[in-house]
T-cell receptor, first 109, second 117 residues
């Protein structure tokens, strides 16, 4: 259906290790957005991907959109404790929006 | 430029009471979205409104829930006769434009944490 699956659901890493979360859709996406939600906080927009195969970077964060526009990934290099939070992808369809199930990242100092 | 504002930030209600959640979008934003986040879960789309119009309420429960975005004033999410299962964080977001299929950046408010006793 419209659900966007994210894996993994939880990820614990040592500070300095890398982290990747994946979003997978059964249907082709027109675009995908990524948000970060700190514990107790609200979602904050990170990036939007539109083009097939698109790759965007923000400092230690790398976002990719699959060639078939059915999946996307967020990769964090050398995690820091400030990266703690839940990362969600968001797809829009019609007038509705569907968040991925989220990946909760814990960084162990 | 103030961000999206929501109040109250925390709301406690007893079963059967009404909860009114308010959202003031960012200046210049005419599109408002409401989401519900149950504890330890993701965000679920509830409703999309423009000024004086409900555009899509397919994610909102048919009973007890209603939303409005009047010409003047904030958007209101109203929950009548609350039950314990309504306990959740309710976030609103706003955007300057709206495109079918997404594409606009949504700016989220801090949320209202509703606790039903």
């Amino acid at each position: 259906g419209q659900q966007v699956m994210q894996i993994p659901q939880y990820q614990h890493v040592q500070e300095g290790e890398d982290f990747t979360t994946y979003c997978n859709s059964s249907t082709t996406l027109s675009n995908i957005q990524w948000y970060k939600q700190r514990p107790g906080g609200h979602p904050v927009f990170l990036i939007q991907l539109v083009k097939s195969g698109e790759v965007k970077k923000q400092k230690r964060l790398t976002f990719q959109f699959g060639e078939a526009k059915k999946n996307s990934s967020l990769h964090i290099t050398a995690t820091q404790t400030t990266d703690v939070g839940t990362y969600f992808c968001l797809r829009g369809t019609g007038n509705q929006f569907y968040f991925g199930t989220g990946t909760s990242l814990t960084v162990i100092p | 430029n103030a961000g999206v504002m929501q109040n109250p930030r925390h709301l406690v209600r007893r079963r059967g009471q009404e909860a009114r959640l308010r959202c003031s979008p960012m200046k210049g934003h005419s599109h408002v979205y409401w989401y519900r986040q149950l504890p330890e879960e993701g965000l679920k789309f509830m409703v999309y409104l423009q000024k004086e119009n409900i555009i899509d309420e397919s994610g909102m429960p048919k009973e007890r829930f209603s939303a409005e975005f009047p010409k003047e004033g904030p958007s209101i999410l109203r929950i009548q006769q609350v039950v314990r299962g309504d306990s959740a964080a309710y976030f609103c977001a706003s955007s300057t434009i709206h495109q079918q299929g997404g594409g606009e950046t949504q700016y989220f408010g801090p949320g209202t944490r509703l606790l039903v006793l």
